[in-house]
């Protein structure tokens, strides 16, 4: 070894050791804390208030569904027939406390329950905002760690984080945005966020790093990529999971489409076609103990624990804990997998200031688990084979793929005044991959395949810190929601990689190779990157005729310092050291309460195109570039059912693959610009009081512009589809607490090449679900059956070398949830 820094997957960083620790007294307080609430009864005035009951209110007429929640919970609702006349709500099913039950079924209404100090309830209209003097607040302030409350049908919630905006309402938003609910992902049992952004038309998926298919998650939005890697934890970067996210631990998962530099900052990676934010899940003031009982196919058997409870006087603490384990054989014949998660979530709550933190442990891995899954490459000249069998085995049986996480987060807020409060987080993860699997080729128009051996362990390791100030204030008649921000996060990387002997074997018959004795899979693994991102930014949402005029301005000044080191030598090979402005402005206008009409100007910054470790031009990294954005939309929200239509165009630098010096090398590098046009039709909420409906259509023009010599002019940029579309509706079945679901799920053809020679076809998908309520107990079972049909198709295509992503085959879940 050299003097240089190496990091060995046997060592245990101060972090990864801590974390851990803290995780078993995190199992010992959730043991504490799911005791029956008879034996805290006693702590806590008003605690039958917080007493779960069952409920099975259908959607309809508020004051209908307030009457049968009062005969249910035994409790009497006051309130003038005013205020519910012509109200909407999207009902109550399952076991909650009153004061919860009923704030959920009041949700989006504009009504909020007031407690009586005999236990009676009344009914108030939210206060309305009041216009005060210069410089004071004109309305309520709610804090960033406030969710916003889920919309018409609890598939999606009525707004969402916008980074250094804080919460925005959908209505207010200048951007395309959608912020999914746990009701969702525990409805579709999805089991990664690659498996629920299949609900959106905007998202197309590269790589699924969860099931079967093991190269991670991959997220193409709005036809580039974003990486799980980009993936920030109430608007932190580098603290989730490298590789996937366990979907048990999440409250919500935010999405905000196009670039965004000024809300977020530069991504771990630079990636600017979008952005995902993951809100962890928190204890509510009802008492929760959840426990699930998992089968997946072929043979993979799990459980999950979910409880939380809030302590204290006025409930100020709260301790929220999840734990998954899942081991057994997947739909892939001679594949395996095992997933291990713990996840505490505190949080502490006086008037004046408010503390979170966040502690996680995450390992999976996989044995037999990259074949065409993890891509298949075509040597020039080579036509598109069709897709074969994806349940067939076509990894090795000595192949390993392994990823360990631990990671921890802190955040709070402080309130200086009612209008003013300083906010700020760090945190941190770990991540290190063990990656033992076999490349594929496909070399010649009769199929000869050829398969050689890869060790490519590598490391991550992250450190990310923010803080700001926000305030609302006023200037005459006008509104101004001032934010200004610092961020900065550091990591540092390193891989190793190492390859065997080509074998030749049959795509449709891959043969066996022996296990590669030559890797010396102990080594440690050395550095090959560090990078430090640092920015400031401030925005001002201003607020014109009564608020019926959004505007927003703002402008980040990032930094980003990149260090590339050789992995043999240690020695620095690169350093990139530049800064740049990346402005915003956005417009809102609201003609009517149900009508928002919305346009942007925003930058975006990436990294720099860094080449994989498998090109010829490995390592080679290129500078950091902008990419801008001008998008225009409108957004319609009924109530109970709301869509948008957004139309949009992006400007990047284009990556492609070109051929290397010998055969079957190849060479990653950016060439000219890509011009992304696109319109977007999304829906969602619940029309009917049975129905509900979700998903949308997105049709993109991804072009390449300016190449070389203007060879590739006009063409379509690889690995994106022309036309995007899906539809999930849910349905409640006549049979009381039986409801059916089914999604369908479509993508049209890509190309492979920048230059449109080769191509894979469309496909579609059609995933279907069940769940049923028991009416006399607190059990919940649910089956999913995603790839009904069991067809076998290519994915996707484009990425490193242009390589070949297989669908996953029909797959069953099914699961058992009991809540006491």
């Known amino acids: 070894m050299t003097t240089q ?73 006051a309130f003038d027939a005013t205020l519910t006349a012509g109200k909407q709500t999207a009902g109550l099913q399952g076991s909650y406390g009153v004061n919860e039950g009923l704030k959920r079924l009041l949700a989006g209404t504009g009504l909020e329950p007031v407690r009586s100090a005999e236990g009676s309830y009344r009914l108030e209209e939210r206060a309305a905002d009041v216009e ?6 004109t ?81 193409h939005i709005r036809g580039f990529d974003l990486f799980n890697s980009d993936i920030s934890l109430n608007g932190l970067y580098g603290v989730m999971p490298l590789n996937t996210i366990s979907m048990e631990t999440v409250e919500r998962v935010e999405i905000i489409k196009g670039p965004n530099t000024l809300l977020g900052g530069v991504s771990p990676s630079g990636r600017v076609g979008g952005a995902i934010n993951i809100v962890p899940k928190r204890a509510s003031d009802t008492p929760l103990t959840k426990i699930s009982a998992v089968y997946q196919s072929d043979s993979q058997l799990g459980t999950h624990i979910d409880t939380g409870r809030r302590f204290g006087e006025a409930n100020q603490l709260g301790v929220r804990f999840n734990g998954v384990f899942r081991e057994g054989d997947t739909t892939v014949d001679g594949q395996s997998s095992t997933l291990s998660v713990a996840s505490l979530g505190l949080d502490y709550q006086e008037d004046n200031y408010r503390l979170s933190a966040d502690l996680g442990y995450q390992k999976d891995r996989t044995d037999a688990g990259s074949g065409f899954g993890s891509g298949l490459q075509l040597r020039q000249g080579v036509e598109v084979p069709s897709a074969p069998d994806a349940s067939k085995q076509t990894a090795q049986s000595w192949e390993e793929i392994e990823n360990e996480d631990t990671y921890a987060a802190l955040q709070g807020e402080y309130d200086l005044s009612p209008n003013w409060t300083l906010y700020g987080g760090l945190g941190g993860r770990n991540n290190t991959r063990y990656n033992l699997r076999t490349n594929h080729a496909l070399i010649d128009a009769s199929s000869p395949l050829a398969s050689f051996p890869v060790y490519y362990p590598d490391y991550v390791d992250t450190r990310s810190a923010t803080s700001g100030i926000r305030g609302l204030f006023t200037t005459g008649d006008i509104t101004h929601n001032f934010n200004i ?63 019926q005029l959004l505007v927003t301005l703002g402008a980040r000044h990032q930094n980003v310092r990149i260090e590339n080191f050789d992995t043999e030598s240690g020695n620095r090979t690169s350093l990139y050291d530049e800064s740049a402005i990346a402005p915003a402005i956005g417009i809102t206008i609201k003609p009517s309460d149900n009508i928002s009409i919305y346009g942007n100007y925003i930058e975006g910054l990436d990294l720099g195109y860094t080449a994989p470790a498998t090109a010829e031009n490995a390592g080679e990294t290129f500078a950091p570039s902008k990419t801008q954005q001008i998008e225009a939309g409108i957004k319609l929200d009924r109530g109970d059912f709301g869509g948008s239509v957004s139309a949009f165009e992006i400007r990047q630098p284009s990556t492609i693959t070109l051929p290397g010096s010998t055969d079957g090398a190849f060479i990653s590098t950016q060439d000219g610009e890509q011009r992304n046009r696109g319109v977007e039709i999304n829906v969602f ?53 039986l409801t059916l679901n089914s999604r369908v799920v479509s993508s049209s053809s890509q190309y492979i090449d920048a230059s449109n020679t080769l191509e894979i076809p469309g496909w579609t998908r059609w995933d279907i679900g069940a769940g049923y309520q028991f009416d006399d107990q607190p059990i919940i079972v649910r089956a999913n059956v995603n790839n009904l049909l069991d067809k076998d198709y290519w994915e996707s295509a484009g990425g490193s070398g242009g390589r070949l992503r297989l669908s996953e085959p029909r797959s069953v879940v099914l699961s058992a949830t009991m809540e006491f």
């Not at 990091?7 to 995190?26: E, K, M």
Request: proline share 5%.
């Open 5 to 77: 820094q190496a990091h060995s997957r046997f060592i245990r960083t101060p972090l990864a050791r801590a974390i851990p620790r803290a995780i078993q007294y995190g199992l010992l307080a959730s043991c504490l804390v799911a005791l029956p609430a008879t034996a805290l009864a006693q702590q806590t005035e008003g605690q039958s208030a917080a007493t779960q009951q069952r409920y099975s209110i259908e959607a309809g007429q508020l004051d209908t569904a307030l009457n049968r929640f009062a005969v249910s919970a035994g409790i009497e609702i």
């Open 132 to 137: 005060l003097s210069l410089m004071e607040v």
């Open 139 to 219: 309305g309520s302030r709610f804090s960033s760690q406030a969710l916003p409350v889920t919309y018409f049908g609890g598939q999606v919630a009525t707004g969402g984080r916008l980074g250094l905006l804080g919460n925005m309402d959908i209505m207010d938003a200048p951007f395309n945005i959608t912020s999914y609910t746990s009701e969702l992902i525990e409805s579709q049992q999805a089991r990664s966020i690659a498996d629920l952004t299949d609900n959106d038309p905007s998202i197309q998926i590269s790589t699924r790093g969860r099931g079967t298919n093991t190269g991670g998650d991959t997220f």
């Open 485 to 547: 921000n610092v961020s900065k996060l550091r990591e540092e990387g390193g891989y190793l990689y190492e390859d065997s002997d080509i074998s030749l074997s049959n795509l449709h018959n891959v043969g066996v190779i022996g296990f590669p004795n030559q890797f010396e899979l102990s080594r440690d693994i050395p550095k090959s990157f560090e990078r430090e991102l640092t920015s400031i930014a401030a925005a001002n949402v201003i607020g014109l005729l009564d608020d």
């Open 685 to 737: 909420g619940q029309p009917t009081s049975t129905l509900k409906l979700l998903g949308g259509i997105a049709y993109l023009q991804p072009t390449l512009t300016e190449t070389q010599d203007g060879v590739n002019d006009g063409n379509q940029a690889p690995g994106t589809s022309r036309w995007l579309g899906n539809v999930s509706v849910e349905w409640d079945a006549p049979i009381p607490g």
